[in-house]
Antibody, heavy 121, light 107 residues
Framework: EVQLVESGGGLVQPGGSLRLSCAAS????????MSWFRQAPGKGLEWVAN????????PYLDSVKGRFTISRDNTKNSLYLQMNSLRGEDTAVYYC??????????????WGQGTMVTVSS | AIQMTQSPSSLSASVGDRVTITCRAS??????LGWYQQKPGTAPKLLIF???SLQSGVPSRFSGSGSGTDFTLTISSLQPEDFATYYC?????????FGGGTKVEIK
């Protein structure tokens, strides 16, 4: 079964750090771009970051640039999001997702169940 | 950043109704648009990619159309399991951006 499972969420104080993980199974992880999205409580979806198959390209949402780092370990079929200098506005459910397809025919077809990050004192 | 304006933000409809949701991009995004369905407490689910291609396993009552700046998601005959929130997403360029969402509720 093709699956993504996130972990690592929790309660953290403003200015703190957290590392999210996303374990992939059921497909060849190294073949796909991967992404992180988030959804603040009661709000819409927001794209956070992407990472190319070999990790060589990592675009970010401006509001997280310099604070968040996306990475992957293809030997462990895992995606990560290191979050530093966390702010209240980073409070959200964080989802990892797989990007499939080719340019102009691509989409996020598999999503994890999400992990909640709460930034509060 | 490309702005995606989605309308309506909510609608009430009955089972069997035809439902149309629109997304307008602030610039030409060719056909780089997907539609996603989200039910409360769950992850988004891909319905349509490349503006009009139906994802495998998605019922044929869902369809997408449009290119450039104007896009439409149509549900031809609303079913009970379709009550959810729908989002469009442009992946033409970074940052990828979503529409604000359309909550489809039972009338």
């Amino acid at each position: 079964e093709v699956q993504l499972v996130e972990s690592g969420g929790g309660l953290v104080q403003p200015g703190g750090s957290l590392r999210l993980s996303c374990a992939a199974s059921g497909f060849t992880f190294s073949n796909n771009w991967m992404s992180w999205f988030r959804q603040a409580p009661g709000k819409g979806l927001e794209w956070v970051a992407n990472i190319k198959q070999d990790g060589s390209d990592k675009p970010y949402l401006d509001s997280v640039k310099g604070r968040f780092t996306i990475s992957r370990d293809n030997t462990k079929n895992s995606l990560y999001l290191q979050m530093n200098s966390l702010r209240g506005e980073d409070t959200a459910v964080y989802y990892c997702a797989r990007l499939v397809g080719t340019r102009s025919r691509d989409a996020f077809d598999i999503w994890g169940q999400g992990t909640m990050v709460t930034v509060s004192s | 950043a490309i702005q995606m304006t989605q309308s309506p933000s909510s609608l009430s409809a009955s089972v069997g109704d035809r439902v149309t949701i629109t997304c307008r991009a602030s610039q030409d995004i060719r056909n780089d648009l997907g539609w996603y369905q989200q039910k409360p407490g769950t992850a988004p689910k891909l319905l349509i990619f490349a503006a009009s291609s139906l994802q495998s396993g998605v019922p044929s009552r869902f369809s997408g159309s449009g290119s450039g700046t104007d896009f439409t998601l149509t549900i031809s005959s609303l079913q009970p399991e379709d009550f959810a929130t729908y989002y469009c997403l442009q992946d033409y360029n970074y940052p990828f951006t979503f529409g604000g969402g359309t909550k489809v509720e039972i009338k």
